[in-house]
């Protein structure tokens, strides 16, 4: 069973779980639950900004800003590095105390804190032991949208129904009406969308 990172390093997936047998992603309601958490987040942070270049930079100058090579941390409460900046992370969380607090919720703050203090790896310090190339070798995670359109396919079939229900038949109407295109509104604004 092969173990792949997708998008950006860090989170593995266990192939069989993510794609079929020619390459494509499956379904997300194929994949369980926890993998497709992670993947659905990675579509977003793909595009996000390195922390702790974040931290120097701020959002005045985001566009110094390295994009997120790796990711570490639990969906939700992540840890986005840029290539310079993980050997930082890393000798903050092996040799200067990060390691106790590990998968606690203040994890990344505790980092940002010790990074922001001025916390940095010494010169040349290397510690990185996977083998691993740039992300740009690893296969992108799905298109946003198409992951967008799949997790409300449901409402969107719902949508569907209704409009021909209206058309096609005139009592519906009283029962679908406007109250059900309000409804409708409301779902399309406030899609479970992951955001930061
Ligand atoms: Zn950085």
């Not at 390691?99 to 980092?111: I, Q």
């Not at 804190?113 to 290397?126: Q, V």
Request: overall charge negative; some cysteine.
């Amino acid at each position: 069973m092969a173990k792949v990172s997708i998008g950006l390093r860090g989170w593995r997936f266990e192939e069989s779980e993510v794609f079929t047998e020619d390459g494509e992603f499956k379904p997300l309601d194929e994949i369980p639950e926890d993998p497709r958490e992670r993947l659905v987040r990675l579509t977003y942070l793909v595009e996000q900004p390195c922390d702790a270049c974040y931290l120097i930079h701020g959002d005045e100058e985001i566009k110094r800003c390295a994009q997120a090579a790796i990711v570490y941390g639990e969906p939700g409460d992540e840890l986005l590095l840029c290539g310079d900046h993980e050997a930082d992370f890393l000798y903050w969380y092996r040799e200067d105390g990060g390691k106790a607090y590990r998968g606690e919720p203040t994890f990344r703050d505790r980092f940002h804190e010790w990074f922001a203090d001025g916390g940095r790896a010494p010169e040349g310090y290397g510690g990185l032991d996977h083998v691993e190339t740039d992300p740009d070798t690893l296969p992108d995670p799905p298109d946003p949208q198409e992951i967008h359109q799949r997790l409300n396919e449901d409402f969107e079939g719902r949508r569907i129904n209704l409009r021909e229900g209206r058309d096609e038949d005139d009592e519906a109407e009283d029962e679908g009406g406007e109250k059900a295109d309000l409804d409708l509104d409301d779902v399309d604004l406030g899609t479970d969308y992951p955001s930061r």
